[in-house]
């Protein structure tokens, strides 16, 4: 009887510990893809970031983007 119980104890506690590694493995990999959706979002930001500056710039004369450049520089300095 005793035996019974312990038995019946024992395999419930391995159920829940085998429930608990499961879903602790699968909010890791969860949580990992998370991540890399973040930053392949960030990366595609800045990819398109970086194609509108040189969009711009193409499309300013010398003396536009002269006087840019010291805008920024100046506002940089402060």
């Known amino acids: 009887m005793i035996i019974a119980k312990l038995q019946s104890w024992a395999l419930t ?3 829940v510990l085998a429930v608990l590694v499961g879903a602790y493995a699968m909010g890791g990999r969860a949580a ?3 991540v890399e ?3 392949v979002r960030r990366d595609e ?3 398109e ?3 509108n500056v ?3 710039v193409d499309q300013m004369d010398d003396d536009s983007l002269a006087d840019e450049f010291d805008r920024l520089r ?3 300095r402060r």
Request: without cysteine.
């Open 37 to 39: 959706i973040d930053r």
């Open 45 to 47: 930001k800045s990819r």
């Open 54 to 56: 040189a969009r711009k």
């Open 32 to 34: 990992r893809r998370s």
């Open 13 to 15: 506690a391995l159920a």
């Open 49 to 51: 970031a970086a194609k």
């Open 74 to 76: 100046d506002k940089r």
